[in-house]
């Protein structure tokens, strides 16, 4: 599922979004997204919060945040995990934490931070410690509040009653579930017309790691969070057949998988290859396999590195489908 994207075109299509993914962050960037509340109720929301309430506000984030900014940002926090934790969040909650995490960190003002990475590959605080001397830079003070509020407005400003009509047709069938992929007996047998999947590409992202301080915000530990990220091919092998195994079951006949890998370790290591057998171990029939290859990455960009030098250039797309 990662941060959603495969569901919710799903459900703009009019198809019901199904989706699992072991890490709690999925489903809280997902669900909001889905069932998207009004602009007017989440700015009033926003304008209805107690800023000043004690939270969290661990010393080590000064260097992402200035002191007023943490401090809103930890009462925002608190607000919105004691409102999960006592089950009493609404749709309008969910879409506020949903925005704020994907604001805690960036490069540009519209973020809660200092110039740094996006939130999915957030630096340690000693790493930003030196991005801040480097640059000769010190957070700057912000309003969470007009923050979450502008990027929200963004976020729906194409969001009309025909798209809301389709999401709301499918959304509330859905399932988002938060566990490991090779057990999901809450997917009903033969149920899935189509699987699109993108499994950790061996050992080569850190989700845990990059993830330390959405986690931080939505109160989870990363450490308990049990990523499937295998080092060898055969271990990678072994973890995906097994995935195979339940999604061939959810599977539809006639069905199809669209199964991504990206190119790892300088492509010298050829997942669109490794993950054919796992499919057909699951009695899958591999069809083609589709390559993207890219010139130029953001991200890339954000990290200094060389496109097409270093890093994942080109992914791979392996198309299976289940017989009739
Ligand atoms: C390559 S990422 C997918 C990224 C996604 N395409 C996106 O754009 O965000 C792999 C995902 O697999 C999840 N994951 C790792 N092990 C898993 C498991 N055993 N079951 C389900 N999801 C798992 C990770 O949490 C991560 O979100």
Redesign the pocket.
């Known amino acids: 599922?990662?941060?959603g994207?495969?569901l919710i075109e799903a459900a703009l299509h009019g198809r019901v979004p199904c989706g699992?993914?072991?890490?709690p962050l999925?489903a809280v960037l997902t669900w909001p997204r889905l069932r998207p509340p009004e602009l007017d109720e989440i700015v009033q929301r926003l304008g209805g919060l107690d800023y000043s309430a004690a939270g969290d506000q661990p010393d080590d984030l000064l260097v992402f945040y200035h002191r007023e900014t943490l401090k809103q940002i930890g009462a925002l926090r608190k607000y919105l995990n004691d409102r999960a934790a006592s089950s009493k969040n609404d749709l309008v909650d969910d879409w506020i934490r949903m925005v704020a995490v994907n604001r805690l960190t960036g490069h540009s003002p519209g973020f809660f931070s200092v110039y740094t990475m996006p939130p999915n590959q957030a630096v340690s605080a000693e790493a930003q410690r030196k991005i801040n001397e480097k640059r000769g830079q010190q957070p700057a003070a912000k309003n969470v509040a007009e923050v979450v509020a502008r990027k929200s407005r963004q976020l729906l400003s194409d969001c009309n009653g025909e798209v809301r009509r389709m999401l709301s047709g499918v959304a509330y069938r859905g399932q988002l579930l938060t566990?490991?992929?090779?057990r999901v007996p809450e997917i009903k047998s033969g149920s899935v017309s189509l699987v699109v999947t993108?499994?950790?590409?061996l050992d080569v992202?850190d989700?845990a790691g990059d993830n330390w301080l959405r986690c931080w915000f939505i109160g989870v530990d990363p450490a308990t969070?049990?990523?499937?990220?295998p080092k060898k091919v055969d271990e990678w092998q072994r973890?995906m057949t097994e995935?195979f195994r339940e999604l061939a079951r959810v599977l539809r006949p006639g069905g199809h998988v669209a199964f991504?890998v990206g190119e790892v370790r300088n492509g010298k290591v050829k997942l669109e290859e490794a993950v054919v057998p796992c499919g057909m171990a699951a009695g899958l029939e591999p069809l083609l396999v589709l390559i993207n290859d890219q010139k130029f990455t953001k991200t890339a960009n954000c990290w200094g590195v060389d496109n097409n030098s270093k890093g994942t250039n080109t992914n791979r797309i392996v198309v299976f489908k289940k017989a009739q």
Do not use: H
């Not at 566990?179 to 090779?182: I, L, P, V």
């Not at 993108?198 to 590409?201: E, G, K, T």
């Open positions: 599922m990662g941060r994207t495969t699992c993914d072991v890490n999925s566990q490991s992929c090779d993108s499994p950790p590409f992202v989700y969070v049990k990523l499937t990220v973890a995935g991504e």
